[in-house]
Protein backbone atom coordinates (compact mmCIF):
# COMPACT_ATOMS: atom_id res chain seq x y z
CA UNK A 1 0.00 0.00 0.00
CA UNK A 2 1.15 3.44 -0.88
CA UNK A 3 1.81 5.51 2.17
CA UNK A 4 2.87 8.58 0.64
CA UNK A 5 0.30 11.88 1.55
CA UNK A 6 -2.63 12.27 -0.76
CA UNK A 7 -3.60 15.98 -2.48
CA UNK A 8 -6.81 16.14 -3.80
CA UNK A 9 -7.42 17.40 -7.18
CA UNK A 10 -9.63 20.44 -8.56
CA UNK A 11 -11.90 18.04 -9.88
CA UNK A 12 -12.15 15.94 -6.41
CA UNK A 13 -10.09 13.30 -7.23
CA UNK A 14 -7.24 12.12 -4.56
CA UNK A 15 -3.94 11.05 -5.98
CA UNK A 16 -0.53 10.37 -3.70
CA UNK A 17 1.99 13.10 -3.98
CA UNK A 18 5.08 13.16 -6.02
CA UNK A 19 7.59 11.70 -3.54
CA UNK A 20 10.43 14.04 -4.18
CA UNK A 21 14.54 13.31 -3.28
CA UNK A 22 16.74 16.47 -2.80
CA UNK A 23 20.07 15.81 -3.76
CA UNK A 24 22.69 18.88 -2.42
CA UNK A 25 26.69 17.74 -3.48
CA UNK A 26 29.12 18.66 -0.85
CA UNK A 27 32.88 19.29 -2.00
CA UNK A 28 34.72 21.00 0.50
CA UNK A 29 32.09 23.42 1.48
CA UNK A 30 30.72 22.29 4.79
CA UNK A 31 29.47 25.62 5.79
CA UNK A 32 27.82 26.61 2.81
CA UNK A 33 25.82 23.10 2.81
CA UNK A 34 24.99 23.13 6.43
CA UNK A 35 22.92 26.47 5.84
CA UNK A 36 21.52 25.02 2.84
CA UNK A 37 20.07 22.25 4.75
CA UNK A 38 18.57 24.49 7.47
CA UNK A 39 16.43 25.73 4.54
CA UNK A 40 15.67 22.56 2.62
CA UNK A 41 14.48 21.20 6.24
CA UNK A 42 12.01 24.06 6.37
CA UNK A 43 10.54 23.24 2.83
CA UNK A 44 6.71 23.36 3.14
CA UNK A 45 6.36 20.30 0.70
CA UNK A 46 5.02 17.30 2.90
CA UNK A 47 7.32 14.36 0.98
CA UNK A 48 10.25 14.53 0.51
CA UNK A 49 13.92 13.01 1.49
CA UNK A 50 17.43 14.93 1.51
CA UNK A 51 20.31 13.12 -0.11
CA UNK A 52 23.59 14.42 0.70
CA UNK A 53 26.27 13.27 -1.41
CA UNK A 54 30.16 13.73 -0.52
CA UNK A 55 32.63 14.32 -3.35
CA UNK A 56 35.68 13.23 -1.24
CA UNK A 57 36.25 16.59 0.86
CA UNK A 58 39.20 17.01 2.79
CA UNK A 59 37.66 19.75 4.91
CA UNK A 60 36.60 17.78 7.38
CA UNK A 61 33.04 17.87 5.64
CA UNK A 62 31.78 14.73 6.93
CA UNK A 63 31.99 15.60 10.13
CA UNK A 64 30.84 19.00 10.56
CA UNK A 65 27.74 17.69 8.91
CA UNK A 66 27.21 15.00 11.28
CA UNK A 67 27.46 17.21 14.50
CA UNK A 68 25.41 19.81 12.94
CA UNK A 69 22.79 16.80 12.36
CA UNK A 70 22.83 15.91 16.68
CA UNK A 71 22.52 19.71 16.82
CA UNK A 72 26.21 20.40 18.19
CA UNK A 73 26.75 22.94 15.85
CA UNK A 74 24.70 25.89 14.02
CA UNK A 75 24.25 27.02 10.85
CA UNK A 76 25.65 30.30 9.91
CA UNK A 77 23.97 33.56 7.96
CA UNK A 78 26.13 35.58 6.31
CA UNK A 79 23.45 37.71 4.61
CA UNK A 80 20.92 38.98 7.48
CA UNK A 81 18.31 39.82 4.70
CA UNK A 82 18.15 35.83 4.48
CA UNK A 83 18.96 34.87 8.15
CA UNK A 84 14.92 34.04 8.52
CA UNK A 85 15.34 31.46 6.01
CA UNK A 86 17.92 29.31 8.29
CA UNK A 87 17.32 31.09 11.63
CA UNK A 88 16.28 29.75 14.62
CA UNK A 89 17.68 26.16 13.95
CA UNK A 90 15.55 23.20 13.60
CA UNK A 91 14.78 20.66 15.76
CA UNK A 92 17.87 19.03 16.42
CA UNK A 93 19.62 15.47 16.32
CA UNK A 94 17.70 15.21 12.79
CA UNK A 95 17.78 11.54 11.68
CA UNK A 96 20.38 11.01 9.31
CA UNK A 97 22.23 7.69 8.15
CA UNK A 98 25.24 7.56 6.36
CA UNK A 99 25.92 5.22 3.18
CA UNK A 100 28.96 4.29 1.23
CA UNK A 101 28.21 4.17 -2.67
CA UNK A 102 28.33 0.45 -3.15
CA UNK A 103 24.99 -0.02 -0.59
CA UNK A 104 23.67 3.59 -1.57
CA UNK A 105 22.21 1.55 -5.10
CA UNK A 106 20.47 -0.45 -3.21
CA UNK A 107 19.69 0.88 0.60
CA UNK A 108 16.17 2.27 1.59
CA UNK A 109 16.74 3.91 4.12
CA UNK A 110 12.60 4.65 5.17
CA UNK A 111 13.17 6.51 8.71
CA UNK A 112 15.92 8.89 8.15
CA UNK A 113 14.93 12.55 6.66
CA UNK A 114 18.83 12.71 5.68
CA UNK A 115 20.91 10.27 4.04
CA UNK A 116 24.61 11.47 3.79
CA UNK A 117 26.51 9.40 1.02
CA UNK A 118 30.54 8.86 0.30
CA UNK A 119 30.92 8.85 -3.04
CA UNK A 120 34.54 7.82 -1.82
CA UNK A 121 36.44 10.05 -4.77
CA UNK A 122 36.16 13.98 -6.50
CA UNK A 123 32.93 12.45 -9.39
CA UNK A 124 32.94 15.75 -10.24
CA UNK A 125 29.55 17.52 -10.32
CA UNK A 126 28.07 15.46 -13.05
CA UNK A 127 29.38 12.05 -11.17
CA UNK A 128 28.43 12.74 -7.79
CA UNK A 129 24.67 14.56 -8.41
CA UNK A 130 24.71 10.87 -10.45
CA UNK A 131 25.44 8.98 -7.09
CA UNK A 132 22.19 10.60 -5.58
CA UNK A 133 20.44 10.34 -8.49
CA UNK A 134 20.79 6.57 -8.66
CA UNK A 135 20.03 6.02 -5.17
CA UNK A 136 16.90 7.65 -5.63
CA UNK A 137 15.78 5.35 -8.36
CA UNK A 138 16.82 2.24 -6.99
CA UNK A 139 14.09 3.16 -4.06
CA UNK A 140 11.29 2.36 -6.67
CA UNK A 141 9.12 5.52 -5.32
CA UNK A 142 10.74 8.78 -6.95
CA UNK A 143 9.03 10.91 -9.25
CA UNK A 144 11.36 13.80 -9.12
CA UNK A 145 14.91 14.60 -7.88
CA UNK A 146 15.98 18.21 -6.99
CA UNK A 147 19.18 18.53 -7.72
CA UNK A 148 20.10 21.46 -5.37
CA UNK A 149 23.29 23.83 -5.30
CA UNK A 150 24.91 23.61 -1.63
CA UNK A 151 25.68 27.00 -2.13
CA UNK A 152 21.95 28.02 -2.10
CA UNK A 153 19.13 29.14 0.59
CA UNK A 154 15.51 28.34 -0.37
CA UNK A 155 12.52 29.76 0.50
CA UNK A 156 10.14 27.41 2.22
CA UNK A 157 7.43 27.06 -0.94
CA UNK A 158 10.61 26.55 -3.62
CA UNK A 159 9.92 22.85 -3.83
CA UNK A 160 5.93 22.68 -3.49
CA UNK A 161 5.97 25.46 -6.53
CA UNK A 162 8.47 23.51 -8.45
CA UNK A 163 6.27 20.62 -7.80
CA UNK A 164 2.98 22.23 -9.31
CA UNK A 165 4.48 23.66 -12.67
CA UNK A 166 5.34 20.43 -13.00
CA UNK A 167 1.39 19.10 -12.73
CA UNK A 168 0.95 21.74 -15.04
CA UNK A 169 3.45 20.58 -17.60
CA UNK A 170 3.25 16.96 -17.55
CA UNK A 171 5.57 16.83 -20.90
CA UNK A 172 8.38 18.61 -19.93
CA UNK A 173 11.16 16.69 -18.25
CA UNK A 174 13.34 18.99 -15.87
CA UNK A 175 11.96 22.95 -14.11
CA UNK A 176 14.20 25.28 -13.04
CA UNK A 177 13.86 27.73 -10.26
CA UNK A 178 14.25 31.61 -10.25
CA UNK A 179 18.15 32.13 -9.20
CA UNK A 180 18.70 35.25 -7.16
CA UNK A 181 22.00 36.43 -5.87
CA UNK A 182 22.68 35.67 -2.59
CA UNK A 183 24.72 38.96 -1.48
CA UNK A 184 22.05 40.83 -3.73
CA UNK A 185 18.97 39.29 -3.27
CA UNK A 186 17.12 42.30 -5.13
CA UNK A 187 19.47 41.05 -8.72
CA UNK A 188 18.40 38.40 -10.68
CA UNK A 189 21.08 35.59 -11.69
CA UNK A 190 18.33 33.54 -14.10
CA UNK A 191 15.21 32.90 -14.28
CA UNK A 192 15.69 29.22 -15.05
CA UNK A 193 17.50 28.60 -17.38
CA UNK A 194 19.89 29.73 -20.22
CA UNK A 195 20.20 30.67 -23.82
CA UNK A 196 23.25 29.32 -25.56
CA UNK A 197 25.15 30.86 -28.19
CA UNK A 198 26.63 27.42 -30.57
CA UNK A 199 28.70 30.00 -32.72
CA UNK A 200 30.48 31.21 -29.31
CA UNK A 201 29.99 27.84 -27.14
CA UNK A 202 28.69 30.50 -24.47
CA UNK A 203 25.86 30.09 -22.59
CA UNK A 204 23.58 33.50 -20.83
CA UNK A 205 21.55 33.63 -18.09
CA UNK A 206 18.07 34.86 -19.15
CA UNK A 207 16.95 37.66 -16.78
CA UNK A 208 20.73 38.24 -15.70
CA UNK A 209 21.49 41.21 -13.53
CA UNK A 210 17.80 42.58 -14.17
CA UNK A 211 15.72 43.03 -10.96
CA UNK A 212 13.93 40.48 -9.09
CA UNK A 213 10.55 42.64 -9.22
CA UNK A 214 10.07 42.11 -13.04
CA UNK A 215 10.01 38.03 -13.26
CA UNK A 216 8.62 37.80 -17.27
CA UNK A 217 6.04 35.13 -17.72
CA UNK A 218 7.07 31.80 -17.73
CA UNK A 219 6.46 30.80 -21.06
CA UNK A 220 8.11 33.45 -22.28
CA UNK A 221 11.09 32.29 -20.23
CA UNK A 222 10.28 28.37 -21.81
CA UNK A 223 10.51 29.63 -25.38
CA UNK A 224 13.99 30.92 -25.10
CA UNK A 225 15.65 28.16 -22.69
CA UNK A 226 18.34 26.00 -24.05
CA UNK A 227 19.01 24.20 -20.71
CA UNK A 228 18.37 24.69 -17.02
CA UNK A 229 20.60 26.27 -14.46
CA UNK A 230 22.22 23.31 -12.20
CA UNK A 231 22.12 25.25 -9.53
CA UNK A 232 18.39 24.10 -9.24
CA UNK A 233 16.48 21.31 -11.19
CA UNK A 234 13.71 19.71 -10.61
CA UNK A 235 13.79 16.60 -12.60
CA UNK A 236 10.63 14.21 -13.82
CA UNK A 237 11.87 10.07 -13.25
CA UNK A 238 10.73 9.54 -17.13
CA UNK A 239 13.42 11.79 -18.04
CA UNK A 240 15.80 9.84 -16.15
CA UNK A 241 14.72 6.97 -16.94
CA UNK A 242 14.51 7.82 -21.14
CA UNK A 243 17.52 10.06 -21.54
CA UNK A 244 19.65 8.50 -18.69
CA UNK A 245 22.23 10.53 -16.06
CA UNK A 246 23.91 13.31 -16.93
CA UNK A 247 27.48 12.34 -18.90
CA UNK A 248 30.39 12.48 -16.03
CA UNK A 249 33.04 12.84 -19.19
CA UNK A 250 32.05 17.03 -18.22
CA UNK A 251 33.20 16.98 -14.27
CA UNK A 252 32.16 20.42 -14.20
CA UNK A 253 29.91 22.71 -16.68
CA UNK A 254 27.87 22.27 -19.62
CA UNK A 255 26.52 18.88 -18.12
CA UNK A 256 22.98 20.69 -18.09
CA UNK A 257 23.05 21.96 -21.67
CA UNK A 258 24.16 18.29 -22.72
CA UNK A 259 21.26 16.87 -20.92
CA UNK A 260 18.82 19.28 -22.70
CA UNK A 261 20.42 18.66 -26.09
CA UNK A 262 20.32 14.62 -25.66
CA UNK A 263 16.00 15.16 -24.78
CA UNK A 264 15.78 17.86 -27.34
CA UNK A 265 12.21 16.71 -29.14
CA UNK A 266 11.41 14.81 -26.41
CA UNK A 267 11.37 16.80 -23.02
CA UNK A 268 10.63 20.10 -22.93
CA UNK A 269 12.11 22.42 -20.67
CA UNK A 270 10.08 24.36 -17.99
CA UNK A 271 10.29 27.17 -15.48
CA UNK A 272 8.85 28.02 -12.36
CA UNK A 273 9.15 31.68 -11.51
CA UNK A 274 7.43 31.51 -8.15
CA UNK A 275 10.21 28.84 -7.03
CA UNK A 276 12.59 31.32 -5.19
CA UNK A 277 16.40 30.12 -4.33
CA UNK A 278 19.46 32.27 -3.28
CA UNK A 279 22.24 30.96 -4.73
CA UNK A 280 25.94 32.22 -3.91
CA UNK A 281 27.40 30.98 -7.00
CA UNK A 282 31.02 29.68 -7.14
CA UNK A 283 31.89 29.07 -4.05
CA UNK A 284 33.35 26.02 -3.80
CA UNK A 285 35.92 26.47 -7.00
CA UNK A 286 36.56 30.06 -6.04
CA UNK A 287 35.09 31.58 -8.78
CA UNK A 288 33.02 34.58 -8.37
CA UNK A 289 31.00 37.17 -10.87
CA UNK A 290 34.11 38.92 -12.08
CA UNK A 291 37.10 36.67 -12.07
CA UNK A 292 37.16 32.87 -12.90
CA UNK A 293 39.25 30.42 -10.80
CA UNK A 294 42.10 28.76 -12.99
CA UNK A 295 39.87 25.68 -12.29
CA UNK A 296 36.94 26.90 -13.80
CA UNK A 297 38.56 28.37 -16.47
CA UNK A 298 39.89 25.16 -17.29
CA UNK A 299 36.95 23.00 -17.85
CA UNK A 300 34.83 26.04 -19.30
CA UNK A 301 37.25 26.03 -22.29
CA UNK A 302 38.11 21.94 -22.47
CA UNK A 303 33.72 21.64 -22.19
CA UNK A 304 33.17 24.53 -24.91
CA UNK A 305 35.79 22.67 -27.16
CA UNK A 306 34.07 18.63 -26.06
CA UNK A 307 30.64 19.85 -26.27
CA UNK A 308 31.12 21.70 -29.57
CA UNK A 309 32.76 18.64 -31.67
CA UNK A 310 30.36 16.49 -30.52
CA UNK A 311 27.20 18.33 -31.42
CA UNK A 312 28.23 21.38 -33.61
CA UNK A 313 31.48 20.29 -35.06
CA UNK A 314 31.28 22.60 -38.50
CA UNK A 315 31.37 25.68 -35.67
CA UNK A 316 34.50 24.58 -34.23
CA UNK A 317 36.36 27.34 -35.82
CA UNK A 318 34.13 30.12 -34.64
CA UNK A 319 34.59 28.51 -31.05
CA UNK A 320 38.46 28.43 -31.06
CA UNK A 321 38.89 31.76 -32.47
CA UNK A 322 36.68 33.09 -29.57
CA UNK A 323 39.06 30.90 -27.12
CA UNK A 324 41.98 32.80 -28.70
CA UNK A 325 40.26 36.10 -28.09
CA UNK A 326 39.59 35.61 -24.36
CA UNK A 327 42.99 34.37 -23.75
CA UNK A 328 44.60 37.62 -25.44
CA UNK A 329 41.90 39.33 -23.05
CA UNK A 330 43.25 37.49 -20.21
CA UNK A 331 47.06 38.19 -21.03
CA UNK A 332 46.72 41.70 -21.12
CA UNK A 333 45.07 41.50 -17.53
CA UNK A 334 48.25 39.42 -16.67
CA UNK A 335 46.64 36.62 -15.41
CA UNK A 336 48.76 33.83 -17.05
CA UNK A 337 47.65 30.88 -14.79
CA UNK A 338 44.13 31.37 -16.66
CA UNK A 339 46.08 31.50 -19.96
CA UNK A 340 47.36 28.39 -19.60
CA UNK A 341 44.38 26.78 -18.48
CA UNK A 342 42.86 27.93 -21.09
CA UNK A 343 45.23 26.26 -22.96
CA UNK A 344 45.16 23.36 -21.33
CA UNK A 345 41.78 22.86 -22.05
CA UNK A 346 42.04 23.47 -25.77
CA UNK A 347 44.34 20.26 -25.84
CA UNK A 348 41.99 18.26 -23.46
CA UNK A 349 39.14 19.03 -25.41
CA UNK A 350 40.92 17.92 -28.25
CA UNK A 351 41.58 14.84 -26.89
CA UNK A 352 38.56 13.74 -24.84
CA UNK A 353 36.32 11.73 -27.49
CA UNK A 354 33.15 13.50 -28.11
CA UNK A 355 31.00 10.21 -29.17
CA UNK A 356 28.10 9.09 -27.05
CA UNK A 357 28.73 7.36 -24.14
CA UNK A 358 25.27 5.62 -23.77
CA UNK A 359 26.43 2.66 -21.70
CA UNK A 360 27.59 5.21 -18.94
CA UNK A 361 24.84 7.88 -19.61
CA UNK A 362 22.18 4.90 -19.65
CA UNK A 363 23.33 2.67 -15.91
CA UNK A 364 21.33 3.68 -13.94
CA UNK A 365 21.40 2.03 -10.94
Known amino acids: MDQRPNLRSHDGAISPLARVYVIVLNWNGWRDTIECLES ?3 LD ?24 ARGELAAESRNPALASLVTPPIPKPVPLVELPDH ?26 NNVGLRYALAQGNCDFAWLLNNDTVVQPGALSQLVQRMQERPDAGICGSTLLYYDDPSKLQACGGSVYNKWMARGGHIGKLTSATQLPE ?28 MDERYFLYFEELDWATRAKGLFPLAYCPSSAVYHKEGQSIGSHRSHLSTMSEFYITRNRIFFTRRYHPYVLGSVLAGIFMSAVSRSMELRWGNVWAQVRGVIEGFRACPNNNDRQRNNLI
Not at 103 to 128: E, M, Y
Request: hydrophobic share 45%; aromatic share 8%.
Open 103 to 128: AAKISDVRDARLVLIQTGANLGFAGG
Open 40 to 42: VLR
Open 45 to 68: YPDYKVIVCDNASSDGSLDHIRSW
Open 218 to 245: AQEVERKMAYVVGASMLVRRSFLEQIGL
